[in-house]
């Protein structure tokens, strides 16, 4: 059986529980708050983060992942004995960590001329976040378990990460004002309308697909896109923040709506919190062929 390591980052959301069992190494951002800095999934967890970004004033930023750190990645995994490294990364269009991945694994390969042919390391562009590939990091690590090759994983990963779409709602434009993500006018006249933009994330492109009024509207508004584009059958995602209540009315809409229960929910962390705030709503899913 191949001895193969998956790798992400903090972005894609998934556990501690699955991070553990799943035996992934996760790659933490860092995240500046004032003079604080601070190591996302080591200082805090999500609930704790939720509650610092609230009672910060500033904008939090968050530091990509090193081509350094990537260096210390390879070489370890490569002296342990492992045959192969498959990491998925957070969007490159968002953050320069896919590049850093990218950068590690020519040095490495630069330094070890005797792992060509023995030792692989795979770069995905996940194209997204949180659970568009946390889902299939998590899937993968049971195809490892069972012995699948290396290129077969490569293949389900990347099937899976080019076609996954999320639909997701912030219910404050807040945050969205303070990172820029939305302008300022508009945020303060959303905020007066009682507006909450639905955002389309897919094929590294996270546009404005449609605004609702008023918090009882995000829902049904994004389980009725999902439903227009989802390939029918298959897994799905739901994905909330600091309001528990969201995550299970979504659960209970989308059981009724789609028929079948999510394969797993997922709580935003901070990279994805720091833009959105942490109350938001969101399905990801694979789309129609």
Known sequence: MPKIKLMGDSACDITYEQEKECDIEVMNFKVAMGDNSYTTRVDFDNKKFY???DEFGGLPSTSQVTAFEF???YEKYFS???EGIIY???NKNGSGTYNNAIMAKNTFFENHPDADGKFKIAVIDSHSYTCAYGYPLVCAADMVKHGESFERIVEYITDWVDNAVI??????????KKSGRIPSAAAFVGEMLGLR????IADGEIITHDKV???????PTLIRHTLGSMEPGTPYCCIYGSDGDVEGELVEECIKAIGYPPAFTTEIGAAVAINSGPAVAGIMFRKKQ
């Open 51 to 53: 509650k610092m970004l």
């Open 71 to 73: 260096e210390e990645a």
């Open 80 to 82: 342990e004995g492992y």
């Open 88 to 90: 998925v990364s957070i």
């Open 167 to 176: 639909y997701f709602a912030m219910y404050t434009l807040k945050y969205a």
């Open 197 to 200: 933009p639905v955002m389309k």
């Open 213 to 219: 009024r008023g918090d009882k509207n995000v829902i």
